[in-house]
């Protein structure tokens, strides 16, 4: 499209926050080579190539506002945003403040008699809404799907420019702050995401699978099989009939790689499958493959990654030492 173009996106522990990659995806293909990035917090840029980068601090929405709004006004036509929870309160705050267009759940751009036409799912995805958007520069909440965040070409990308972030009264004390274990955790939110299937062997296999979960930072999901077994509940169940998932990792534990599960799980980053047969298919989508029992293999697997200290690290661990 040729817009002057600004992604938003975030990301910390060495990592755009895979909620933010198809923003940035989305900015490079409507900016071209005029394509800007600003990142809130310690992650690098996200794959791409940008004219300029920018760093804020993570603070919460109310203090993004004030610089955001000056730099939304540099000149922009398109400013596309991560879908994460403190970037979706930007984009209102920003709305409200400038006066701004602004769309959620954004899948597509195109243009159309001079006007860029946004699109997003309507009657729960069922069908698709276009929106003709009067007004710049236009805020757009990038639905996670949208874009291939996977560029070819990814070049270095230019020095940070820090900005200062500004500052608000907070409009609440905070008395404790508790994390959610891997049960309570929603798969579609989470950065990674242990599944377990059939071969898991019953309520006790998933209690490991918990804890290597836990050890990640990350949820627990289950195939369909598993959940008519009541082994766990229905809020767990990836696939076609369950929930679509899109994490940094997948781990699939005794999972034959059924299409109606592998349907709600294809789109994440890198898979690890774990499976007795080696000629399941869900070996034939992943990245790295081990044949044998998941009931022998994750416990090796825990042991290994509690010598790592962070749940960064034992993810990072997780991908490479497998290879």
Known sequence: MGERVLAICEGEAGAIDHRALA???????????????????????PPGRWSHALRLDPV???ALTEPLAALVACGYSLITLGDTPLLREVAGRLAARLNLPL??????????????????????GARTANFAI????ALLVVHPDAADASPTASPPAPAFETLEG???????RLLEETRLSPMEMDVTEADVVVAGGRGVGGREGFELLGELAQLLGGSVGASRVAVDAGWVPYARQVGLTGKSVSPRLYVACGISGAIHHTLGMRDSSFIVAINTDA??????????????????VLPALI?????????????????????
């Open 303 to 323: 042991a290994n990654l509690k010598s790592r200290s962070s749940p960064a690290e034992r993810v990072a661990a997780l991908a490479g030492a497998t290879q």
């Open 134 to 137: 009067t007004g710049q520069p």
């Open 166 to 172: 500004g500052t608000s009264i907070p409009a609440f």
């Open 60 to 62: 919460e929405g109310a």
């Open 103 to 124: 769309v959620a759940s954004v899948q597509g751009l195109r243009r159309r008699e001079g006007q860029i036409v946004a699109s997003r799912p309507a009657v729960g």
């Open 279 to 296: 000629r399941a298919p869900i070996f034939k989508i992943a990245n790295v493959s081990i044949v044998g029992d998941v009931r022998e």
């Open 23 to 45: 923003a940035a995806a989305l900015a490079q293909r409507c900016g071209a080579e005029s394509a800007d990035v600003l990142v809130v917090g310690a992650a690098p840029a």
